[in-house]
T-cell receptor
Framework: NAGVTQTPKFQVLKTGQSMTLQCAQD?????MYWYRQDPGMGLRLIYY???????DKGEVPNGYNVSRLNKREFSLRLESAAPSQTSVYFC???????????????FGSGTRLTVV | AQKVTQAQTEISVVEKEDVTLDCVYE???????LFWYKQPPSGELVFLIR??????QNEISGRYSWNFQKSTSSFNFTITASQVVDSAVYFC????????????????FGIGTKLQVIP
């Protein structure tokens, strides 16, 4: 089925370890995003890629890096994990609307990350 | 700055009752977009609807309906004859049309309303 594929689904890291979350979409969308979801705080944007070859910081970029490998793939890296990064991470993609604004996002299934 | 407020943190209803989820937004733009997403207990996020600021017509899709009122900056979501499968967290979101870097339109999410439908 077409959509956004996100791996892994679950991960436990020790403080200071690094890891990369992978995301791929097969809808030919231009824009991709990484969000984190924490209780009581909704979804907060970490990084986004408006189009292939570009990446920009969102609301909470500290401690993360991203790579837009090609139009399909957008990865999120934690270089030195901290307990504050315990969260559920969602990758999403969207196609820009021609008149501005964005169509609804298509989200991946999420990654539940625990940093101990 | 844009802001989305979902004042109802949790709602419980008995099956077959109607329920309305409130969403109030703030924006300085005249062109913007409003969304609702559903997050069932399985955790995935599902897009439900997108509405632009120039279209104040109410939308109905089966048991779901949306009431957009610019005068009160609200975009409320009503589920008619609720069912257990409607139990989920529902997020309202706002996107301004003004372009950021690379043409990005920032999307702000509310904190969500958890709906529990009791059989």
């Amino acid at each position: 089925n077409a959509g956004v594929t996100q791996t892994p689904k679950f991960q436990v890291l020790k403080t200071g370890q690094s890891m990369t979350l992978q995301c791929a979409q097969d809808m030919n969308h231009n824009s991709m995003y990484w969000y984190r979801q924490d209780p009581g705080m909704g979804l907060r944007l970490i990084y986004y890629s408006a189009s292939e070859g570009t990446t920009d910081k969102g609301e909470v970029p500290n401690g993360y890096n991203v790579s837009r490998l090609n139009k399909r793939e957008f990865s999120l890296r934690l270089e030195s994990a901290a307990p504050s990064q315990t969260s559920v991470y969602f990758c999403a993609s969207s196609e820009k609307a021609g008149t501005g604004g964005t169509y609804g996002y298509t989200f991946g299934s999420g990654t539940r990350l625990t940093v101990v | 700055a844009q802001k989305v407020t979902q004042a109802q943190t949790e709602i419980s209803v008995v099956e077959k009752e109607d329920v309305t989820l409130d969403c109030v937004y703030e924006t300085r733009d005249t062109t913007y977009y409003l969304f609702w997403y559903k997050q069932p207990p399985s955790g995935e996020l599902v897009f439900l609807i997108r509405r632009n600021s120039f279209d104040e017509q109410n939308e109905i899709s089966g048991r779901y309906s949306w009431n957009f009122q610019k005068s009160t900056s609200s975009f409320n979501f009503t589920i008619t004859a609720s069912q257990v499968v409607d139990s989920a967290v529902y997020f309202c979101a706002l996107s301004e049309a003004a372009s950021g870097s690379g043409g990005y339109q920032k999307v702000t999410f509310g904190i969500g309303t958890k709906l529990q439908v009791i059989p």
